[in-house]
Nanobody, 117 residues
């Protein structure tokens, strides 16, 4: 299992921006990371995909965040970032980092994002 450390969550006003970061264990073989991504879960709701990026750089976004969120990787640090712009109250949730490493998924503990109207 890959160890993940998330950061960047917080409380913001609607329309503001946040940048989430997730760092994977430095001891893993980076070339074996198949994909990295971000998911989110609001109270009483199922966890949903926000954005993913594959080892080949292919990105995928939920329709609700297209044009507002951008996912990127920093290979030297085994890090995946999520730039979130024009945040809306409906974006409020716990955001979880995900890494697919040698066809096995690992999850972070989550970071809280709160957006006030």
């Amino acid at each position: 299992q890959v160890q993940l450390v998330e950061s960047g969550g917080g409380l913001v006003q609607a329309g503001d921006s946040l940048r989430l970061s997730c760092a994977a264990s430095v001891s893993i073989f980076s070339r074996s990371i198949n994909a990295m991504g971000w998911y989110r879960q609001a109270p009483g709701k199922q966890r949903e995909l926000v954005a993913t990026i594959t080892s080949g750089g292919l990105t995928n976004y939920a329709d609700s965040v297209k044009g507002r969120f951008t996912i990127s990787r920093v290979y030297a640090k085994n890090t995946v970032d999520l730039q979130m712009n024009s945040l809306k109250p409906e974006d409020a949730a716990v955001y979880y980092c995900n890494v697919r490493y040698r066809e096995t998924d690992s999850w972070g503990q989550g970071t809280q994002v709160t957006v006030s109207a």
